[in-house]
Each structure stands twice: as structure tokens, then as C-alpha cells.
């Protein structure tokens, strides 16, 4: 791998997701932080017209890449922020997101952003983390790194209480939410050796440990490995993990 792959550490989630959205032929479907557009291609491929848009160029190439290898053309990959970006009005008929609106820092602006790109009554699907004491791949393998620096606001867990998310889509303009609980591990490789890669492939990883003096780097490598070998199931480690599916629908 060239760079962590973030799909196969969600796969059990995907299917989940991919379920949910229950993309239709003919719809026009707006993928939220599609990252490498894994979700994107799934949509295109069930009969969707997909706008995949990420804040991440280095993403977006791969995503292009691999949408292009695989012959899919009714999708088109943007580099662009949700929370700002002009989108046609009442343009699309579903908005999906797997796990990239944690990040807003005015999430009401953002959703708010968004449900003008869709149209009336279409549906919002969303997965997003619980509470960081609900997933262990957080409260087992961030403290190695000495610092809360990736649990600021806004964060991976900003939409892990229900009632907030309730109230930010609503104050969007979004009704008839629904929280489902997924209960589902997240996978880092299929050894400890290669999670450890995978994860020092992360930029806040390499980011953090970087900050460290040498020795002090070289411990927290060494604690990380061996929090990732006793995760190490024989067939590949895993971490368990909580997370909501969300749905709503645009007024």
C-alpha cells in the first residue's frame, strides 16, 4: 500500500453504509469527503450520478485514478469544502458521507451548505464516530502519543452525541433523524508489523511522533507496535469501534 488504507480498515462499515444509502439508478447522488472514492464508485456503480469532493487533492488523484481503471465515467471528483463550496441549489437527491462531516468548525453553516444542494425531501446518510470512550482504536492508541491534540473541536467525535447532531441538522434544515447503533471493528492490517506501517502512513501520526525527540519517537513506535500485536488476531488486527449510521431528510 502506498498510503494507509483507510477503506480496508472500514469494510465491515461499508457494507453497512453502501445498505443505508440505498443509491438508486437515475439518482444524483453528492458524496461529502469522499477521500480515495471508494463510496463514490459504489454509488456510480449502483446506477447514480455521483459528485465526489474532498478537501484533499493527494486523495482525489488516487480517487480519479482508480475510477478512470475501472471504466466508471457518471462520476465527476471535486476539490472542494463542503461548508463554502457554491453548489447548484436543490441539485442532487442523496447526500452521503462516510465519516467526513466531523470536521466543520460551524457545522451548522456546513449542513446548512449542503441541504442547499439538495433537493426537497432528499436523504442525508451519514457515518460518524461515538464517543471517544467507545472506541478503543482512540482511547488505546492515542494516549502513545502524549497529546489530545486529534480530540480538539472540531474533531472525529464533534457529532458523537445524538441530541447535538439532532440539533445541528434541524438548526440545517434537515428532519426525521435517525441514529443506528454499528457495532463494528475497525481493521489495520493483517499483522502487527504491517498495521504499524499503516498507521505511520497517517499525516497526524507522522506529525506528532516528528515533534518527539529521537528516543522518546523511538518508544512511542515501540508502544504502539505492541498495542497493535496484542490486537493481532491471526487474521489481522483489529480494534473495536463505535459509530452512528445517521439519516435525515432535507425539508
Do not use: K
Not at 442532487?92 to 462531516?101: A, E, H, N, V
Not at 456546513?110 to 464517543?131: D, E, M
Not at 441530541?163 to 426525521?176: E, P, Q, S
Request: net charge negative; glycine share 8%.
Amino acid at each position: 500500500m502506498t498510503m494507509f488504507d483507510y477503506d480496508a480498515e472500514l469494510r465491515r462499515h461499508n457494507e453497512l453504509f453502501r445498505a443505508a444509502a440505498r443509491v438508486g439508478v437515475g439518482d444524483r447522488v453528492l458524496d461529502i469527503g469522499c477521500g480515495t472514492g471508494l463510496t463514490t464508485r459504489e454509488a456510480a456503480r449502483a446506477g447514480g450520478s455521483v459528485v465526489g469532493i474532498d478537501v484533499s487533492a493527494r486523495m482525489l488523484e488516487q480517487a480519479v485514478r482508480i475510477s478512470a481503471e475501472e471504466g466508471l465515467s457518471d462520476i465527476v471528483f471535486q476539490l472542494a469544502d463542503a461548508q463554502t463550496h457554491p453548489f447548484p441549489p436543490a441539485r442532487f437527491d442523496l447526500g452521503i458521507s462516510r465519516f467526513g462531516t466531523m470536521f466543520f468548525p460551524d457545522p451548522v453553516a456546513a449542513f446548512t451548505n449542503i441541504g442547499r444542494a439538495l433537493r426537497p425531501s432528499a436523504r442525508l446518510v451519514l457515518l460518524v464516530w461515538q464517543r471517544y470512550d467507545r472506541n478503543a482504536w482512540a482511547t488505546e492508541i492515542l494516549p502513545i502519543l502524549g497529546t489530545d491534540g486529534f480530540l480538539g473541536s472540531p474533531g472525529p467525535f464533534s457529532l458523537a452525541d445524538p441530541a447535538v447532531t439532532a440539533r445541528v441538522l434541524a438548526a440545517a434544515g434537515f428532519t426525521d433523524l435517525r441514529c443506528a447503533d454499528v457495532d463494528e471493528p475497525v481493521y489495520y492490517g493483517p499483522d502487527s508489523a504491517a498495521a504499524l506501517d499503516n498507521l505511520l502512513r497517517l499525516e497526524y501520526f507522522r506529525r506528532e511522533l516528528d515533534a518527539l525527540d529521537a528516543a522518546t519517537a523511538d518508544r512511542a513506535r515501540a508502544r504502539l507496535h505492541a498495542t497493535l500485536a496484542a490486537h493481532d488476531t491471526g487474521h489481522g488486527v483489529y480494534f473495536d469501534s463505535r459509530s452512528w449510521l445517521v439519516t435525515a431528510r432535507r425539508l
